[in-house]
């Protein structure tokens, strides 16, 4: 587990030194600069000016002036309000460079039909990707289900916008299928299903290969439709899943 002084520095983007004052302070209450030193090890030249930054910053408080006394502010305060500058900032960036992104990724896939994605995070990482940008069609054929809340949430919500959506698992794997399982989502498992790939709208096409941890991304339509028959192929034999809570 990391050292809450790390994590302090991580988080806050503080010094080690200002990490220290503030552990200082919540940890023995309110005290003087002089007292700070001496339980943060500070050196006593320095601690006035990092109670200064502290103090600017809002992490810590006055609670008398002579002599000066601090006292931290809560920890919750200070890392709630941390964590809503880093999304606003984080949502700008993603506003800004998401366009780019996509423009970019569009005439890369025109110049290079195929990518390589390393690792199987990689792979799921791409997918997710990709299931975002769907419009009008989405069939997976998936050996091993690896979908969390988010990517039930996230097909469902493409399903409900006028989706297709179509996924079919491996027999055996049924109880990771059986939340994807709706009125709009179709799920079904088979044990035809020896491989992994997904079909996105008329074009798109994310192949596992190997053992599961290496894909291919490409844009290409006539592989699209060679990969299209086999999923309805596996799919016209498969087995409906269904919610067990329906």
Known sequence: MADLDDILQDVMEWGQYHAAVYQTL??????EPTDVSTWSDVPQGRVYDILDDLYREGAVKKQSVNPTVYVAQHPEKIID?????FVEKATEAK???????????????????????????????????QLELAESRIDA???EPWYGDDDIDLLHSCASHGCDVRVVGRSGAEGDLEPL?????????????KTSFYLIDDDRVILNIGRGDTGVMFRDTTIATVLATE????????????????
Request: no cysteine; aromatic share 8%.
């Open 26 to 31: 919540v940890e023995r209450g309110a005290l």
């Open 231 to 246: 999923f309805e192929d596996i799919y016209k034999t498969a087995t409906e899943v269904t919610d067990p809570d329906a």
């Open 181 to 193: 399982a709706d009125s709009e989502v179709n799920v079904r498992h088979s044990t035809d299903v």
């Open 95 to 129: 506003q800004q460079l998401f366009q780019t992104y996509e423009v970019n990724f569009n005439e890369d896939l025109g110049r290079n039909p195929a990518w390589v994605v390393a690792g199987r995070s990689g792979v799921v990482d791409q997918v997710r990707e």
């Open 81 to 85: 309000r941390k964590e809503e500058e």
């Open 141 to 143: 054929l998936e050996r």
